[in-house]
């Protein structure tokens, strides 16, 4: 800054104007030069702020964007039972880190998604450049989705990994298994084997997503497979599911008085 007001001053010298004193300057020049000095402050304030300001905050986000992982990884393991703290801590790491990656994988998505947009490409392009673009994020979360499987399975038993899969879908598979178990008893074997693939394929692909409303959209969509089915098989599921709200307050009337 010191140097640049310096130049100023000897501009101002070659054009025989003073600069002893400020108040011997004529009046434009004056303003000029004070704004200049008001700008070059304020500009290298601004500076060192953006400079200086924006990797702590951006440090600090992704501290805090951790812990929350951090806390809803421990959550889950402290659902299986481990007295061994070692394996605790490896499997913890384990889910942050998955979490980390498909965060990493759907953002990235995103970004190339706005910029195939960006391109302004006639239709039948646009919707080929964007399934190609989405079925490489398929891919990535699908090699991620068994490596991580993979290194749990090395550290957990089978029952325990189940659990880890039902933590990060919220345990929607088996509260809504056990939903339609008990709104229909009268299913068969086979409808009841149905039922339990579907929701267990959803909760697969519900693990890879990013968000708590894009996994239950996964689950929504299953669940509608599931009703279109059940009403090909000759249930009314209107019907049925008044009738058994019906049930589910009469079983709780006694608790409630």
Request: charged share 25%.
């Amino acid at each position: 800054m010191k140097k640049g007001l310096l130049a100023i001053k000897n501009v101002l010298q070659k054009n025989n104007l003073s600069t002893g004193k400020v108040q011997s300057f004529p009046s434009y020049l004056l303003n000029f030069y004070t704004l200049l000095k008001i700008l070059l402050a304020t500009g290298l304030v601004i500076f060192s702020l953006q400079v200086f300001g924006q990797p702590a905050d951006k440090t600090q986000q992704l501290a805090d964007f951790k812990k929350v992982l951090t806390d809803r990884s421990a959550k889950i393991v402290s659902t299986l039972g481990l007295n061994d703290s070692g394996k605790y801590g490896v499997v913890v790491s384990e889910l942050v880190n998955q979490y980390i990656n498909l965060n990493s994988i759907h953002d990235q998505n995103k970004a190339d998604i706005a910029g195939i947009k960006a391109q302004a490409l006639p239709d039948q392009e646009l919707k080929a450049a964007v399934k190609q673009q989405e079925e490489k994020k398929s891919s990535g979360l699908l090699q991620l989705h068994a490596s991580f499987l993979t290194h749990l399975k090395n550290i957990l038993t089978d029952e325990q990994v189940e659990k880890v899969k039902d933590g990060m879908t919220y345990r929607v598979f088996p509260i809504t298994y056990a939903a339609y178990l008990d709104m229909l008893p009268g299913l068969t074997s086979g409808q009841k084997e149905k039922i339990y693939n579907w929701l267990k394929e959803a909760r697969e692909l519900a693990m890879d997503e990013g968000s708590s409303e894009d996994k239950h959209k996964i689950f929504g969509k299953y669940k509608g497979r599931i009703n279109n089915y059940l009403s090909a098989e000759g249930y009314d599921l209107k019907k049925e599911t008044e009738a058994w709200q019906k049930r589910v307050k009469e079983r709780q009337a006694p608790k409630n008085n």
